[in-house]
T-cell receptor, first 109, second 116 residues
Framework: GQNIDQPTEMTATEGAIVQINCTYQ??????LFWYQQHAGEAPTFLSY??LDGLEEKGRFSSFLSRSKGYSYLLLKELQMKDSASYLC??????????WGAGTKLIIKP | GAVVSQHPSWVICKSGTSVKIECRSL??????MFWYRQFPKQSLMLMAT?????????EQGVEKDKFLINHASLTLSTLTVTSAHPEDSSFYIC????????????FGQGTRLTVV
């Protein structure tokens, strides 16, 4: 079956760095998304990776290893507003999005 | 990025009534729209996929007669929750892509439905 695994919850300190991991098993693969979702709001797009390697966008970076079925989202210089759920989603061979359950990130002062 | 507008943002309705949620793509033509439901502290659950001009494809376990989806134009899809019950209370989100091979999905703001 198709499956996305990511930690349920993580806690980090303001100003620090946190890495949120995601492993996936899909029928075919056409890329992986990371989305940020604040409570009661719709997800907002953070990144898309389809090739191996690290993509950096400001304080956020996303990494993909297709051979390992693994991705991570790296958040630097954490701010209180980064407290949110972070959703990992992979695109399968039918171009359907397979969603993880999300990682709730709690930022402490 | 492209804009998807979802309306209403929140609605409270009585048990047994029907509620319609609209999802519009404002600056692109959405050939494919997706309807999700999200319960508290859970991920998005795909309910159905709709392609303009054709019947929606429902995920297993989703009652198509209860959750009516219409995608009559390239910019509008609607989800009607018929005979709503308290267990239908949830956060409903639509997303749209301009084509099935498009990788990015654009989300509406979501609709918080509370059935009392």
């Amino acid at each position: 079956g198709q499956n996305i695994d990511q930690p349920t919850e993580m806690t980090a300190t303001e100003g620090a760095i946190v890495q949120i991991n995601c492993t996936y098993q899909t029928s075919g693969f056409n890329g992986l998304f990371w989305y940020q979702q604040h409570a009661g709001e719709a997800p907002t797009f953070l990144s898309y990776n389809v090739l191996d390697g690290l993509e950096e966008k400001g304080r956020f970076s996303s990494f993909l290893s297709r051979s390992k079925g693994y991705s991570y989202l790296l958040l630097k210089e954490l701010q209180m507003k980064d407290s949110a759920s972070y959703l990992c989603a992979a695109i399968d061979s039918n171009y359907q999005l397979i969603w993880g359950a999300g990682t709730k990130l709690i930022i402490k002062p | 990025g492209a804009v998807v507008s979802q309306h209403p943002s929140w609605v409270i309705c009585k048990s047994g009534t029907s509620v319609k949620i609209e999802c519009r793509s404002l600056d692109f033509q959405a050939t494919t729209m997706f309807w999700y439901r999200q319960f508290p502290k859970q991920s998005l659950m795909l309910m159905a996929t709709s392609n303009e001009g054709s019947k929606a494809t429902y995920e297993q376990g989703v009652e198509k007669d209860k959750f009516l989806i219409n995608h009559a134009s390239l910019t509008l899809s609607t989800l009607t929750v018929t005979s709503a019950h308290p267990e239908d209370s949830s956060f409903y989100i639509c997303s749209a892509r301009s084509g099935i091979y498009d990788t990015e999905a654009f989300f509406g703001q979501g609709t918080r439905l509370t059935v009392v």
